[in-house]
T-cell receptor, first 112, second 115 residues
Framework: DAKTTQPNSMESNEEEPVHLPCNHS???????IHWYRQLPSQGPEYVIH???SNVNNRMASLAIAEDRKSSTLILHRATLRDAAVYYC?????????????FGQGTELSVKP | KAGVTQTPRYLIKTRGQQVTLSCSPI?????VSWYQQTPGQGLQFLFE???????NKGNFPGRFSGRQFSNSRSEMNVSTLELGDSALYLC??????????????FGDGTRLSIL
């Protein structure tokens, strides 16, 4: 299973943008980059995913490096509700089915 | 639209007993996956079901088993409980088969404590 590397923790101020980095130097051509987050006392929540091109949705944006060896999850305006553990996951549905391999993630704290 | 429902929310058992946990996926979702979350090991994949068939299995002992019913509801069973089985057990559902790259939607889990 391809591995991802994320900082253990990050801090942000409320209403400012947040850039959460993820390195995945051993990514394969069939790996999609998925991001999930887990708020306290809740199950993980899907945020966004992409393959090669940058992606946007109502929650966040995903910027993928041209060589696909790194990516960045962008929260455009952090709110207190965005305080969570963010997981960057490589998912190879074609070869491995739908399983998600979670790492340790980045714990994001948001200051008012 | 109702989310993924897991029952019970909390459970206390003793070593050697067995336990069954239940998961009702989002209506229309046909894939169900199970994960174990502990402070030491984090989130680990247990197994995945689609159309009542186990499609994928994680690296857990045979004491951990599961099944899926024709209405997509799923159960997982742990026999001969050990102290190390204390964990949050999470169920996730998605719309399509495992190769469809669909997002997974998680329930809030069953907290299992072994005394």
């Amino acid at each position: 299973d391809a591995k991802t590397t994320q900082p253990n923790s990050m801090e942000s101020n409320e209403e400012e943008p947040v850039h959460l980095p993820c390195n995945h130097s051993t990514i394969s051509g069939t790996d999609y980059i998925h991001w999930y987050r887990q708020l306290p006392s809740q199950g993980p929540e899907y945020v966004i995913h992409g393959l090669t091109s940058n992606v946007n949705n109502r929650m966040a944006s995903l910027a993928i490096a041209e060589d696909r060896k790194s990516s960045t999850l962008i929260l455009h305006r952090a709110t207190l509700r965005d305080a969570a553990v963010y997981y960057c996951i490589l998912r190879d549905d074609y070869n491995q089915g739908g399983k998600l391999i979670f790492g340790q993630g980045t714990e994001l704290s948001v200051k008012p | 639209k109702a989310g993924v429902t897991q029952t019970p929310r909390y459970l206390i058992k003793t070593r050697g007993q067995q336990v069954t946990l239940s998961c009702s996926p989002i209506s229309g979702h046909r894939s169900v996956s199970w994960y174990q979350q502990t402070p030491g090991q984090g989130l680990q994949f247990l197994f995945e079901y689609f159309s009542e068939t186990q499609r994928n299995k994680g690296n857990f002992p045979g004491r951990f088993s599961g099944r899926q019913f024709s209405n997509s509801r799923s159960e997982m069973n742990v026999s001969t409980l050990e102290l190390g089985d204390s964990a949050l057990y999470l169920c996730a559902s998605s719309w399509g088969p495992p190769q469809s790259n669909q997002p997974q939607h998680f329930g809030d889990g069953t907290r299992l404590s072994i005394l």
